[in-house]
């Protein structure tokens, strides 16, 4: 069974420019996460959705980040314009019942 | 603020040995708590879970939850050269439903 599939794998970019995040979450998953991990931060989570519906955005860092989830199978994380702090690995998650969370394998991204 | 500490490490043991991981959390009402293991430049595997007070043990894996000390650990027995990786302790805090909170992980080295 597929585990949790991420596109593209690594992005480099330059500073204004839009980056889009794709994620795809195990087939049956209810819940869908996104984070962001820095050496400095940690792993942070930015937002999570239940059944498709965004449940807490709190993480987000400011209005250039949105997130959809527009069905069961798919989400993005769009970063527009993109800045030099925003080089980070960003994971997607999975869970049923929003327990164990299953990670993809992340993308890299690097805004110059 | 809600938060889980763990110490940052580099933790040190030779192979064969014990090695302890240990994390504190700052919220009682917290229920459910989750050991990864993050090798370099991969994504977070979910290695243990538990839930209850007491000991849970998985293979080398024991964890260990003191809800009344707020204390989570993870003991790796026998430690191999490829229990290398950094070790993240998230939880599920009392009142959320799907939202983990992760430490910034404790990286272990294995010495041969």
């Known amino acids: 069974d597929a585990g949790v599939i991420q596109s593209p794998r690594h992005e480099v970019t330059e500073m204004g420019q839009e980056v889009t995040l794709r994620c795809k979450p195990i087939?049956?998953?209810?819940?869908l996460f996104w984070y962001r991990q820095t050496m400095m931060r940690g792993l942070e989570l930015l937002i999570y959705?239940?059944?498709?519906?965004?449940?807490?955005d709190s993480g987000m860092p400011e209005d250039r980040f949105s997130a959809k989830m527009p069905n069961a199978s798919f989400s993005t994380l769009k970063i527009q314009p993109s800045e030099p702090r925003d080089s980070a690995v960003y994971f997607c998650?999975?869970?049923?019942?929003?327990?164990?969370?299953?990670f993809g394998p992340g993308t890299r991204l690097t805004v110059l | 603020q809600k938060e889980v500490e763990q110490n940052s490490g580099p933790l040190s043991v030779p192979e064969g040995a014990i090695a302890s991981l240990n994390c504190t959390y700052s919220d009682r009402g917290s229920q459910s708590f989750f050991w990864y293991r993050q090798y370099s430049g991969k994504s977070p595997e979910l290695i243990m879970f538990i839930y209850s007070n007491g000991d849970k043990e998985d293979g080398r894996f024991t964890a260990q939850l003191n809800k009344a000390s707020q204390y989570v650990s993870l003991l790796i027995r026998d430690s191999q050269p490829s229990d290398s990786a950094t070790y993240l302790c998230a939880v599920i805090f009392g009142g959320a439903t799907n939202k983990l909170i992760f430490g910034t992980g404790t990286l272990l080295a294995v010495q041969p």
């Open positions: 087939s049956g998953h209810n819940s």
């Open positions: 959705f239940n059944n498709n519906v965004p449940i807490d």
């Open positions: 998650a999975s869970s049923l019942q929003g327990h164990e969370q299953f």
